[in-house]
């Protein structure tokens, strides 16, 4: 399909690992339009953690692509290293079992697993002292990224493979041909495109609305902290895995110069709408009772913590449809528009996969794995329109981590 032209809108990791399996297979000309600089969205506020043990058999199937596709861009980026620390996901024995239900998924999907008690995962990490009751669901293929690191480098290898990346543009429409979306309006004029694909994260409730598809997903303002230095041997790594931390309502992991990357939910809070096309992330904030909170209840998990404090925030916004699956494919309504969005706090995790299996539809009209469960028009419309009128705290959304 050498003439043909994909259009992507948005320099997230989702946007940008599109472009990258794309440019990659040859596509054609891959263009990406992003309104601010390259990963000005949620992607560089993450806090990159993955683990592969998820709750829907689509889920593991695509984290798997995921996990195998990290450790190739290890090689493939300069200046990016995935640190296969494995991801420990703890439970506690109210929430263990349902847990414990996905357990002959993961055996059937082979997806590596080992469940730890409190006592094993003292002896694996001294500086972790879990609750006598606590049980690890260790992932050893898990771990995390530095996003700050990742985007940069996955933008570098997108211009090296010939993607135009061009920053400061905003898509402001859609141009259509009977129904079928055949271009973008931007800032800058009109762009034609066979193909164009949506990855704009909470943006998608201002860009899609309009044309017929009002994004089932309900954002939330969602932040993360790194903390100063554990000692002055900043070459030192904490020996710990990146750590789901349920019981603990968190989540921490190591962090560059000997640090901790830790990080929460607020559920009592409302979710945020987008306010405007133009919106900026910067513009959010969290109470400073937040970082205190999270503190408060992580410290007994990893009594390191207890030595630092709080060097930095970065506060942004997570999305979470209607089931708590992304949304991820063809939008049958507009033909021509791809979406992917919606991967609520695990979007970093997804993006290998997310940007090959996006890459997948635009260019064969299939993809390796069934992602009918994340089709973007899976709801019923009245469904929809009843999710979307509902003003919800995010406790009362669906409740899903990395
Ligand atoms: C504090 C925090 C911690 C997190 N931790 C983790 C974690 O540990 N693990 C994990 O897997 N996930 C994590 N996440 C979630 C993850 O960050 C997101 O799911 C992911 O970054 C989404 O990527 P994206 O490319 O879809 O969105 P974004 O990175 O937001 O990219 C969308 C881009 O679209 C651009 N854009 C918007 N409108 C337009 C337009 N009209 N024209 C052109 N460009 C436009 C924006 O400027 C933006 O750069 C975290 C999120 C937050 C906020």
Redesign the pocket.
């Known amino acids: 399909m050498a003439s043909a032209t994909a259009m992507i ?7 940008l690992s599109t472009a990258y399996h794309l440019a990659r297979r040859r596509f054609g000309r891959v263009i990406l ?4 600089p ?13 683990t592969g043990l998820l709750w829907s058999e689509t889920g593991v199937l695509a984290r798997k692509i995921s996990l195998a596709l990290f450790r190739e861009l290890s090689e493939d980026l300069p200046g990016y290293r995935f640190s296969d620390v494995g991801c420990l996901n703890l439970f506690d024995p109210p929430t263990w079992p349902e847990r414990q239900r996905l357990l002959p998924l993961y055996d059937r999907l082979g997806a590596p697993y080992e469940i730890l008690d409190a006592a094993e995962m003292r002896y694996r990490w001294p500086e972790l002292t879990p609750a006598e009751t606590d049980i690890g669901l260790f992932d050893p293929l898990g771990g ?1 990224s530095e ?1 700050e690191e990742y985007a940069p480098a996955l933008a570098q290898r997108c211009r090296e493979l010939g993607v135009e990346i061009r920053e400061g ?4 429409g859609f141009v259509q041909h009977k129904r079928r979306v055949t271009g973008v309006t931007t800032t800058e004029g009109a762009i034609g495109g066979d193909a164009v694909i949506c ?5 998608t409730q ?2 899609l609305t309009q044309p017929g598809w009002p994004p089932p997903f309900k954002a939330f303002v ?3 902290y790194l903390s100063t230095p554990l000692s002055s041997d900043t070459s030192a790594a904490i020996q710990l895995p990146a750590i789901n931390a349920n019981p603990y309502n968190g ?1 921490i992991r190591p962090a560059r110069g000997h640090r901790l990357l830790a ?1 929460g939910e607020t559920g009592w809070r409302e979710e945020f709408r987008t306010p405007s ?1 133009t919106f900026h ?1 910067p513009a959010l904030t969290t109470p400073l009772s937040v970082q205190e909170r999270l503190s408060a209840n992580l410290t007994p998990l990893v009594p390191a913590l207890g030595r630092t404090c709080w060097e930095s925030e ?5 999305a979470f449809s209607l089931d708590g699956e992304p949304l991820l494919g063809p939008l049958p309504q507009l033909p021509g528009l791809y979406v ?2 919606a ?9 290998p996969a997310a940007g090959l299996l996006l890459a997948e539809f635009v260019a064969d009209g299939h993809t390796q794995i069934d992602v009918s469960a994340f089709a973007p028009d899976r709801f019923a419309p009245g469904e929809v329109a009843d999710y979307l009128a509902a003003t919800v705290v995010q406790d009362e959304a669906v409740r899903r981590r ?1």
């Not at 809108?9 to 946007?15: A, E, K, L, N």
């Not at 339009?33 to 601010?36: D, V, Y």
């Not at 543009?169 to 402001?172: E, K, P």
């Not at 991967?343 to 993006?351: E, I, K, L």
């Open positions: 809108i948005g320099g997230g990791v989702i946007g339009l992003e309104k601010g390259v990963g000005d969205g949620a992607s560089t506020r993450a806090g990159g953690i993955i995390y996003p543009v905003q898509v402001t990855t704009v994260h909470t943006w201002h860009l969602h932040q993360r989540y990080g096309p992330m970065k506060v942004g916004l997570i992917g969005c991967f609520h706090s695990g979007g970093f995790a997804y993006n990395h």
